[in-house]
């Protein structure tokens, strides 16, 4: 089965910019969750996909938002880029309701924002 | 607030040295806890996933433990490719399922 994958591996933008990053969710896996990882942090969780709709937010202002497609694969967009945007940004998939589950994570995305 | 602390920071062992990784929390109520290993540049590995107090799983050389405070990652015997950071997250019972509130790791150096 192939794992979550997410693209590009790194971006650098100039603040003010828009980013898209994108992820392709586990295989069978329906639900899609965003986090943003600073240098020496853990993830802090961004948002939740499932079935296309948000189904849950964490405390992160509304220039971060995001996209889930029939396939179950995602977005995450972020306007008006900050300096403080620099992170990793990770992507989980997961199927609630198996037991015993655990969220995958992807490699992720490592965006600078000079 | 729901929170959880990791502790140590960094740990250095010598190979074949046991120890444990410390994970306290504070939840409204626990729906999970998770455990994840990272290696630098990469997205969190999943290890394990407990439930309830009392509950043990392991795996090779490691083994996670959990009461209604903290939650312990024994590593046994550790080997230099056991070095990594690893993750403790809780998953609150009253949250969206996605969730999933990290510590900030413990960075766990094994020398030959």
């Known amino acids: 089965e192939t794992g979550v994958t997410q693209s590009p591996t790194h971006l650098i933008k100039t603040r003010g910019q828009q980013v898209t990053l994108r992820c392709s969710s586990q295989?069978?896996?329906?639900?899609v969750s965003w986090y943003q990882q600073a240098l020496g942090q853990g993830p802090q969780f961004i948002f939740q996909y499932y079935r296309e709709e948000e189904n849950g937010r964490g405390n992160f202002p509304p220039r971060f938002s995001g996209l889930q497609f029939p396939n179950y694969s995602s977005e995450l967009n972020v306007n008006a880029l900050e300096l403080d945007d620099s992170a990793l940004y990770l992507c989980?998939?997961?199927?609630?309701?198996?037991?015993?589950?655990?969220?995958?994570f992807g490699s992720g995305t490592r965006l600078t924002v000079v | 607030e729901d929170q959880v602390t990791q502790s140590p920071e960094a740990l250095r062992l010598q190979e074949g040295e046991s120890s444990s990784l410390n994970c306290s929390y504070t939840v409204s109520g626990l729906r999970g806890l998770f455990w994840y290993r990272q290696d630098p540049g990469k997205g969190p590995e999943f290890l394990f996933t407990?439930?309830?107090a009392g509950e043990e799983k392991e795996k090779e050389r490691l083994k996670a433990t959990l009461t209604k405070k903290e939650s312990f990652l024994h590593i046994t015997a550790p080997k230099p490719e056991d070095s990594a950071t690893y993750l403790c997250?809780?998953?609150?019972?009253?949250?969206?399922?996605?969730?999933?509130?990290f510590g900030k790791g413990t960075k766990l150096s094994v020398k030959p």
């Open positions: 989980a998939s997961s199927l609630p309701g198996q037991k015993n589950y655990g969220y995958t």
């Open positions: 295989s069978g896996h329906n639900t």
């Open positions: 407990l439930y309830s």
């Open positions: 997250a809780v998953q609150a019972s009253g949250g969206s399922q996605g969730n999933l509130i």
